[in-house]
């Protein structure tokens, strides 16, 4: 192998997304004023995908999209999906939770929309969640001031183990509610769970928070019926007592 096949190596390992032939051969020129061919930056290019081919390596090099990338071989998927959705659970608070599911469930949905359901400030959260690739900026909502409006990810649908978002579970309570209605913080309550098939989200309405209202409510009933009580037999003539 000599110096250029190297330092082409060099460039398809370094590049995030698939290195074009063309491009290549600019960034070479760039680098050393030397035009080279691209017949000849396809030879070796073709001689590195040949030379990781071997059982020897545990990533290969693949051409996509009109390009060339390093890749690890498909043997060592499982192993690696595990290894990075472990350290991503691990990582994600609670809060990073509640408010992916709320964006999950609504979009598309601006962060003033999330800040209203959760009833706290979501500028940290919603940064941390765009750099793990779990939510992605889907467009600007027609009200003033065009706010961004967020979605969910390819990668959100792989961590969690869904093909698409009709797989999330179904929540009747809160598809039934308005964003504009719901307002208090609390009303969402989220939880990661660990099944067979993978990690599951699961998102609903805080059924203790329900209880506190009904027992609120049972506890103002009673009260009331002893203050009816009370004033019946006040208006109890004395003759007949």
Known sequence: MNDL?????????SAEQ?????????????YSGEEISLEAIQEYADAIVLKYEGDDFIF????????????????????ISTLLQHR????????????LSIIAYSQPITKTEVEQIRGVNCDHTIQKLLER???????????????????????FMDYFGINNLDELPKLKEFEAK???SIGDPGDIMVSVEETEAGTTIIANYDERREDAQNENYETNQEISSEDNDSEEQKEIPEGNS
């Open 133 to 155: 690739d779990l939510i992605k900026i889907t467009g600007r909502a027609d009200t003033p001031g065009k706010p961004l409006q967020y979605g969910s990810t390819q990668y």
């Open 18 to 30: 698939p290195i074009s032939i063309s491009e290549l051969q600019t960034v070479l020129f760039t």
């Open 88 to 99: 991503s659970r691990r990582k994600l608070s609670t809060a990073a939770l509640e408010c």
């Open 60 to 79: 290969e090099v693949v051409k996509s999209g009109g390009g060339y990338q390093f890749l690890t071989k498909p043997t060592y998927h499982k192993p």
């Open 5 to 13: 096949q190297k330092l082409i190596e060099a460039l398809i390992f």
């Open 178 to 180: 308005d964003i504009s």
